[in-house]
C-alpha cells in the first residue's frame, strides 16, 4: 500500500537557519503530494502542494519539489522564524478508487529558538 | 472566509457516557472526513462521506463508533459508550471534491478526554 516517510524529529534549530525536511513515499500510480503544519492546539493547514514530477510548491517561504525519479518531497526554507515552530506533515493522494484517502507520515516537530 | 468550524474544543466525560462531537464544512464542500489523531498511531481515517453519503468507513473503530451527514452542512461522530481509549483529537475536514489534487481543510479539533 501507500506509505510516506519523514525524518523523524524533534528539530531543533535556531533563527534564520536553513531547514530541510526529508519526505519520501511509496505508492502505485501518480499521486499529489502536500506538506500540512499543524500549531500547537490547531487543525492541519495545508502548507503547500505539487500534483506532477517536477512540480515546485511552495508558500510562506517553504518550498518543496516533486521528485519522482527519488520517489521524495523534501520541504525546505532558507532562513527559520521562531513562528515556524510547529508539527510539520508530508502526505499524498493517489490516483484511482481511492483518490479521496491523504497517506500521513508521522509529522516532524520542529521547534526554533530566537 | 469560515474555514471547518467544529464543537466543542474541549469534552471531558466518564466512562460509558455518549459523547458527539459536530462539524460544519466549508460552505461548497461535498467531501467530508472525520480524522482521529494519538500520540501511538497519528492521524487516522475514520470515515468519509461524499454528497452526504458514506463513501468508505472501514476507519471506524467499532459498532461504538458512529457518524451521520443529514445535509450538506452538518454532520456528527458519536461514541456511544465511550470508553478511556477513545481520547483523542478529532478532526473534522473538508474538501471540493475528493480529488487526488483536492487539498483537505481541517478543522481546529475537538480534545476528548474520557476518564
Known amino acids: 500500500g501507500d506509505s510516506v516517510t519523514q525524518m523523524e524529529g524533534p528539530v531543533t534549530l535556531s533563527e534564520e537557519a536553513f531547514l530541510t525536511i526529508n519526505c519520501t513515499y511509496t505508492?502505485?500510480?501518480?499521486?499529489?503530494l502536500f506538506w500540512y503544519v499543524q500549531y500547537p492546539g490547531e487543525g492541519l493547514q495545508l502548507l503547500l502542494k505539487?500534483?506532477?514530477?517536477?512540480d515546485k510548491g511552495s508558500n510562506k517561504g517553504f518550498e518543496a519539489t516533486y521528485r519522482k525519479e527519488t520517489t521524495s518531497f523534501h520541504l525546505e526554507k532558507g532562513s527559520v522564524q521562531v513562528s515556524d515552530s510547529a508539527v510539520y506533515f508530508c502526505?499524498?493522494?493517489?490516483?484511482?478508487?481511492?483518490?479521496?484517502?491523504?497517506?500521513f507520515g508521522k509529522g516532524t516537530l520542529l521547534t526554533v529558538n530566537p | 472566509d469560515a474555514g471547518v468550524i467544529q464543537s466543542p474544543r474541549h469534552e471531558v466525560t466518564e466512562m460509558g457516557q455518549e459523547v458527539t462531537l459536530r462539524c460544519k464544512p466549508i460552505?461548497?464542500?461535498?467531501?467530508l472526513f472525520w480524522y482521529r489523531q494519538t500520540m501511538m498511531r497519528g492521524l487516522e481515517l475514520l470515515i468519509y462521506?461524499?454528497?452526504?453519503?458514506?463513501?468508505?468507513d472501514s476507519g471506524m473503530p467499532e459498532d461504538r463508533f458512529s457518524a451521520k451527514m443529514p445535509n450538506a452542512s452538518f454532520s456528527t461522530l458519536k461514541i456511544q459508550p465511550s470508553e478511556p481509549r477513545d481520547s483523542a483529537v478529532y478532526f473534522c475536514?473538508?474538501?471540493?471534491?475528493?480529488?487526488?489534487?483536492?487539498?483537505?481543510?481541517f478543522g481546529d479539533g475537538t480534545r476528548l478526554s474520557i476518564l
Open positions: 475536514a473538508s474538501s471540493l471534491g475528493g480529488g487526488e489534487g483536492q487539498p483537505q481543510h
Open positions: 505508492a502505485t500510480g501518480y499521486p499529489s
Open positions: 505539487a500534483t506532477k514530477a517536477d
Open positions: 502526505a499524498l493522494k493517489n490516483s484511482g478508487g481511492s483518490n479521496y484517502k491523504l497517506t
Open positions: 460552505s461548497g464542500h461535498n467531501s
Open positions: 462521506f461524499n454528497n452526504n453519503v458514506p463513501i468508505d
